[in-house]
Nanobody, 124 residues
Framework: QVQLVESGGGLVQAGGSLRLSCAASGRTFSRYNMAWFRQAPGKEREFVATISWSNSRTFYADSVKGRFTISRDNAKNTVSLQMNSLKPEDTALYYC?????????????????WGQGTQVTVSS
């Protein structure tokens, strides 16, 4: 069992930056692929970024590539999402998720554990 708690959301102007963090409980954190998803009002949850458990390989949605960076610290059981050059369309509730698949996935289905989310609002 893994429990995930996100933090770091807030209100920021377009072009600004935020750093989201996800703290995980459990001693097997290093065996989980970790990901960030987001959901805007009236829209489906969408993939943002993921990082593998084995070699910290990363994958990003095209919409955030070059602006967002996902990283993990297995010693601290945390995964972070550095978000730069934020746009109003990045406004959403951001979720942290954990999955034990062999390779990291970019769809929400395989992810077994989810946090409660942290709100990111980007004003124009």
């Amino acid at each position: 069992q893994v429990q995930l708690v996100e933090s770091g959301g807030g209100l920021v102007q377009a072009g600004g930056s935020l750093r989201l963090s996800c703290a995980a409980s459990g001693r097997t954190f290093s065996r989980y692929n970790m990901a960030w998803f987001r959901q805007a009002p009236g829209k489906e949850r969408e993939f943002v970024a993921t990082i593998s458990w084995s070699n910290s390989r990363t994958f990003y949605a095209d919409s955030v590539k070059g602006r967002f960076t996902i990283s993990r610290d297995n010693a601290k059981n945390t995964v972070s999402l550095q978000m730069n050059s934020l746009k109003p369309e990045d406004t959403a509730l951001y979720y942290c998720a954990a999955d034990q698949s062999l390779i990291p996935r970019t769809t929400s289905g395989p992810y077994d554990y989810w946090g409660q989310g942290t709100q990111v609002t980007v004003s124009s």
